[in-house]
């Protein structure tokens, strides 16, 4: 798995390659967004990592598989506060917030909004693909804050009758105009924090379901 340095690929900090899988996928991800998921070839992902063309099918059955472990990454990086099992036990409220801010700062970097231009663009020509980083994606994530709900519901600190929906709206409420407006490079002065709209998410989100 990609560190969280890697997953955000090089928007922060230079990223430690561990890995050849890891050097893989760090490279393919950068040569997509450069010339796109058709125009990208194995044989140019093999030269500028500097691993040969069977590396890489050891690794990823195809190009396709390839792309979809990077979406896969991502939501590897988001949902991580979910899978700690001591916060599966915690405090809701403070789990949540975890997962709001790392879901929002992720969402508006430029690599991650280049990556969401970038599937919405090839999707029509390659619908199997979208499809494919669609559930490695953000169905991913979704899932997993689903069963995170159900379980809370369990413990009788949530009453959620659809942890599939609710996990739906929370991400939904989450993303709301903040993502669009990065998506369309439009600034507007005077907002709340990504920090202040984690949290506000998060307490609107409970009050609907908080037992």
Known sequence: MMSTD????????????????????????DLFLLQGFEGTSIDQIAE??????????????SKEALFKAIAGA???????????????TGDVESTLIALAGRSLALMVLPSTL???????TEAPKFPEVARQIYQSGASRAA????????NQSARGILAVADPALAAEHFFGMLAGHRQYRALL????????????RAAETVRAFLRAYRV
């Open 143 to 150: 899932q997993a804050l689903a069963t995170y709900l159900a």
């Open 6 to 29: 890697q997953a955000i690929s090089g928007d922060q900090a230079p990223r430690a390659r561990t890995t050849k899988r890891d050097l893989i996928l760090n490279v393919a991800h």
């Open 185 to 196: 490079g439009v600034a507007e002065p005077g907002l709340p924090s990504d920090e202040t």
């Open 114 to 120: 280049a990556l969401h231009r970038l599937v919405v």
């Open 74 to 88: 991502l939501a590897d990086h988001v949902v991580e506060p979910l899978l700690n099992e001591d916060l599966q």
């Open 48 to 61: 500028a990592a500097g691993v040969s063309r069977q590396t890489i099918y050891n690794n990823f059955e």
